[in-house]
């Protein structure tokens, strides 16, 4: 069931219905049947890999529950100290065998056949290179069923032990196209409990909705052709084209994923449950730590809690911590440890991107300029400069600097292979070709007139929102406020394009999420 048709749309809108017919002691199991339907029309296979997870976590759930459920019960202090030892070292190997058999999945479905070819390409065997064709949402609910587990080992939740009840928190179908990352403690109680019907939802809901679609649709679907064509053919056009290639996959990417994930949260709040935020208006950021903060969101917090902080916190970066203060200034000591941390995180960031030197380029290049901010602090104390400017024009210049430092970041993040992103930076620093750009050659890559019809106005709107979100106004609140005649002129309106230029429009094909099958 393609996400991007009406079929899906057709599908939530029939479950959204019967989940208020039905009791509220029963509405669980509503989601439940349309998650397991849902991910059946993508395949019994495909199914089984998530049922598999499923049964997996649930068990080694329960078994860590019981561990950290332990209290010792010997007559002495030093038999009870003993008795605490031996249980967290059995609880640390439980969880680390469970993480490891959670992850093994994931790495041999999506990275299986880099590491074969990457094996045969140094010691020159010829492994078989194998083909799977890779479960919808691998990623995020492998991610989430990993948080789970750690969570309860660290005594953060108990575990769940309705099975069925587990089984809908991993397979909840609004959350596994494209996240976000839920929390256990956040979602669980939400869908479990039963909501009530809700006008101020269904209207939060559908306005979401709305809103995502036409991100995707308008913008997304319709740059697509031409940021694929710029990408697949940098050679031929000059630099100036390349560098606005990648620009134009930044808006696509965002427009896509974001897009993607409003549409999944519209139809998750017309069941009355809010999932976690995933992006918060990263474009308008002021500095690439603010970017990462703003843009998949709950990826960099599941990287944080679960990578960051037990890098940070583990004996050999105590270590190094130790030795950097004795050997070093202060200022700058303190900076080693999280700088390091910070690298391999997002090195691991390039690697869930997905398989390719291409991805772990653009893990590194974040990584690089993320840990060389933390020492700016320091550096600007060192050279006695002042604080840094807080006006307006500098603020400009951030947001500048730092789409800059994202668009060259997405010269590899969406090429075919690290060659390919390294021959486009080249084609732009050294034959940007101002000269060489003339009308011919925009409507050759796709520029037609009724593409800047349906992207500039769309964008426009996007921004408007985003403006408006960014000094502190709900868009959608607001809307909701308004007398009825305007909203009706509004949705009106915002559903005439849908149909003309989406649903209705025989000409549209609706191309696959970025984000899908990672």
């Not at 339907?37 to 890999?49: D, I, K, N």
């Not at 896509?256 to 308008?284: K, V």
């Not at 408006?468 to 305007?486: Q, S």
Request: charged content about 15%.
């Amino acid at each position: 069931m393609p996400i991007t048709g009406l079929s899906f749309l057709l599908f939530a809108l029939a479950a959204v219905v019967l989940y208020y017919l039905f009791p509220k002691r029963l509405r669980q199991y509503v989601l439940l049947a349309a998650s397991i339907l849902f991910y059946l029309t993508y395949g019994v296979r495909m199914a089984g890999y998530l049922a598999a997870t499923i049964l997996l976590t649930y068990l080694f759930g329960l078994w860590l529950d019981r561990l950290a459920a332990f209290r010792p019960a010997a007559e002495t202090k030093e038999e009870r100290k003993r008795q605490k030892r031996a249980n967290d070292r059995k609880k640390r190997r439980v969880l680390a065998l469970s993480l490891v058999l959670n992850f093994a999945s994931l790495a041999l479905l999506k990275y299986g056949g880099f590491l074969a070819s990457s094996v045969n390409a140094v010691l020159g065997t010829e492994l078989p290179l194998p083909h799977f064709l890779l479960p919808l949402g691998i990623s995020f609910y492998i991610f989430q069923t990993s948080a789970y587990l750690i969570d309860i080992s660290r005594g953060k939740h108990r575990a769940e032990r309705g099975f069925l009840r587990y089984a809908l928190f991993v397979c909840y179908f609004p959350q596994l196209v494209q996240g976000p990352i839920n929390r256990f403690a956040d979602l669980q109680p939400q869908l479990t409990e039963g909501n009530d019907f809700s006008w101020d939802n269904i209207q939060h809901g559908f306005l979401r909705m709305l809103y995502g679609v036409l991100k995707k649709a308008m913008i997304a679907d319709t740059l697509a052709p031409i940021v694929a064509k710029i990408y697949g053919g940098y050679a031929a056009y000059p630099g100036i084209i390349c560098f606005l290639g990648a620009a134009l996959y930044c808006i696509q990417l965002y427009c896509d994923f974001s897009g993607g994930i409003d549409l999944m949260m519209g139809i998750s709040r017309l069941f009355g449950i809010s999932m976690q935020e995933n992006f918060c208006r990263p474009y308008f950021s002021v500095s690439l730590s603010d970017f990462w903060r703003r843009w998949h969101i709950s990826l960099g917090e599941w990287m944080k809690d679960y990578l960051f902080y037990p890098l940070a916190l583990s004996k050999p970066f105590g270590r190094l911590a130790q030795f950097c203060r004795r050997h070093m200034p202060l200022d700058a000591a303190k900076c080693i440890v999280p700088s390091l941390c910070t690298f391999l995180v997002f090195l691991a960031v390039g690697v869930w991107q997905g398989p390719g030197m291409a991805n772990i380029a653009y893990g590194l290049w974040n990584g690089f300029w993320m840990s060389l901010a933390m020492f700016r602090a320091p550096i600007r104390k060192h050279l006695r400069l002042s604080p840094e400017d807080p006006k307006k024009g500098a603020l400009v210049w951030g947001v500048v600097r730092t789409n800059l430092l994202v668009i060259i970041g997405r010269y590899f993040s969406n090429a075919s292979s690290l060659r390919s992103a390294l021959g486009m930076l080249k084609q732009t620093v050294l034959h940007f070709g101002v000269t060489r750009v003339h009308a011919a050659l925009f409507t050759e890559l796709g520029f037609s007139l009724p593409v800047l019809w349906k992207v500039v106005p769309m964008l426009g709107v996007v921004f408007a929102v985003s403006f408006a979100a960014e000094r502190g106004t709900d868009v959608a609140r607001w809307l909701c406020e308004r007398k009825w005649l305007v909203q009706f002129l509004i949705l009106f309106v915002a559903l005439l394009t849908v149909v003309l230029f989406v649903y209705g429009n025989a000409g549209y094909t609706p191309i696959a999420y970025v984000y899908e099958n990672v």
